[in-house]
């Protein structure tokens, strides 16, 4: 599944708590790591009791921004025209999919574990190119993971957004 090229731009100007922004347009799996890969390079590290030369644990836990991007991934309304957006801010990062939550879910029901498959074929591939863990689990799983972040359905701008509480 091939959706053009990734698009990223500096922010130096306009929203001054804005670090860095990026446009998702590829392949899932190349869209996955490198949504992975942005947002880890944005976020900060602590050496915690590690050594001085180790990577150091991100501020959000690996596994709450997986299940977040896999979900976005799997979940998305690919009937609109509209790239997965990730924006990283001072204090929050906002992941932002296309579409709203299909049929009858709402946050609650997410938060809960409910589900409701949108795209039957992506989904049944996922295991094989992403850290898939099953369905129904992830939005539990990430806030097992890391608690500060909330949900937004936006119907008039047909959006879905989860906004990640940087400390």
Do not use: W
């Amino acid at each position: 599944m091939i959706f053009n090229q990734i698009i990223k731009k500096n922010i130096m100007s306009g929203q001054p708590e804005l670090i860095d922004y990026l446009v998702f347009t590829q392949s899932v799996s190349d869209v996955f790591q490198k949504a992975l890969n942005f947002i880890n390079n944005n976020i900060l590290h602590s050496q915690k009791e590690r050594g001085v030369n180790s990577t150091g644990e991100p501020e959000i836990p690996r596994i709450a921004l997986e299940e977040l991007l896999v979900n976005a991934l799997i979940h998305r309304d690919y009937f609109v025209s509209a790239p997965i957006r990730i924006f990283v801010f001072f204090n929050r990062i906002e992941i932002i999919s296309p579409g709203q939550l299909p049929n009858n879910l709402t946050i609650e029901n997410i938060k809960n574990g409910n589900s409701n498959i949108r795209n039957p074929i992506i989904a049944s591939f996922a295991s094989k190119i992403l850290p898939y863990r099953g369905l129904g689990n992830g939005i539990r799983r990430a806030i097992n993971a890391y608690a500060n972040m909330n949900f937004y359905e936006d119907k008039e701008s047909n959006i879905f957004k989860v906004i990640i509480t940087r400390k």
